[in-house]
């Protein structure tokens, strides 16, 4: 028996709860492990509230990733003992996920735990950190350098965007970020923001071409900022989108695309191939400041799930949120 958060619906009725479940319900898979650390994420807290659609079979264990010790395996990489991290593959959507003391996983989809991180810290990263990471890769890959010019952030308070802002910033990139939350510009200013803008000044539609003013951006918002970054990026300039908590649409027009050369380079952490998961999580050993971890990360335990989904969709969460699931195990 363990604890899990588990999302059941009843008709159109969806609703959470911390429940005890058999070991026998655990779904398919070659490798058993014993969850110490786990997040919630904004995917997390719409499944959890059922605010979207984000669950397609029931009952769910959410928890887009998790980080634990192998109990189980009949998985060639992989043994008893081992300390290994799981980022998407659609668990905690399709597949039950780390918001539980088990998780029963296919081996494919783990990675071994990356030297110096503990299990504690690889989830002060997690998903949206390692999210944060790819997104740095990706306006690296088109050649997006310090040199270059301003880089923006968007969705700056939350998840992905305080990594990506720590990442840039002791990468050597001047970096600019947007927020809704402006009393958190001094949280900011300490991950190595040089310059915080207010979310209202990008939130109304804008010309086709604006100003040139960022070399690259991280947006994690989508919709209409989207929209105005893209209008204001410097010839050539790269955006990373990884995120859609401002809508899935994207008002804005060819105009940047083919009158500057801006690139808009899609980002999925979901189902990223294996080897660019191993070179991020690699990048993240190098380029992250642990000591700055500490300061990103408010941890609760997972009786204190369910609450605290509703309170990140308020937007009253900053930074990353941990789960300590079984923390002894760290």
């Given amino acids: 028996m363990f604890q899990a958060i588990l999302i059941e619906k009843d008709g159109t009725d969806i609703r959470a709860g911390l429940s005890t479940v058999g ?3 655990l779904p398919a898979g070659d490798v058993t492990v014993r969850v110490a650390y786990s997040t919630l994420n904004y995917k997390d807290a719409l499944a959890i509230t059922g605010k979207a659609p984000v669950v397609r079979s029931y009952p769910m264990v959410p928890g887009i990733d998790f980080a634990g010790v192998v109990e189980h395996s009949a998985h060639p990489d992989y043994k008893p003992g081992d300390k290994v991290v799981l980022n998407g593959w659609g668990v905690g959507e399709q597949h039950w996920g780390g918001l539980a003391e088990k998780a029963r996983v296919n081996g494919d989809w783990l990675v071994p735990l990356q030297s110096p991180f503990t299990l504690r810290q690889a989830m002060a990263i997690g998903t949206a950190g ?4 790819l997104c740095v890769m990706a306006l690296e890959r088109h050649d997006v350098t310090p040199g270059k010019g301003e880089v923006l952030v968007t969705g700056a308070a939350g998840g ?3 990594v990506a802002v720590a990442l840039l910033s002791k990468l050597g990139y001047e970096v600019v970020v947007v927020t809704g939350r402006p009393e958190e510009a001094g949280y900011l200013k300490v991950l190595g923001a040089k310059e915080v803008l207010e979310r209202k000044q990008f939130q109304d539609p804008g010309k086709p071409l604006a100003k040139e003013r960022w070399a690259g951006a991280v ?3 989508g919709g209409q900022i989207l929209a105005n970054v893209c209008a204001a990026m410097k010839y050539r300039g790269t955006v990373a989108a990884c995120g859609l908590a401002g809508g899935m649409s994207l008002p804005t027009t060819v105009a940047p695309f083919i009158l500057r050369g801006v690139t808009l380079a899609g980002v999925d952490s979901v189902m990223c191939p294996r080897d660019l998961r191993i070179e ?5 050993a190098d380029d992250l400041d642990p000591a700055k971890l500490d300061g990103l990360t408010t941890e609760i335990p997972l009786s204190d799930v369910i609450p605290t989904a509703t309170r990140l969709l308020d937007g009253q969460v900053r930074g990353r949120v941990t789960v300590a699931v079984s923390p ?3």
């Avoid at 991020?280 to 993240?284: D, F």
């Fill in 23 to 25: 070991d026998d319900r």
């Fill in 130 to 133: 390692y999210t944060a990471m």
């Fill in 160 to 162: 992905v965007g305080s």
């Fill in 219 to 221: 947006d994690v918002v």
């Fill in 280 to 284: 991020a999580w690699r990048r993240l």
């Fill in 328 to 330: 002894t195990l760290a």
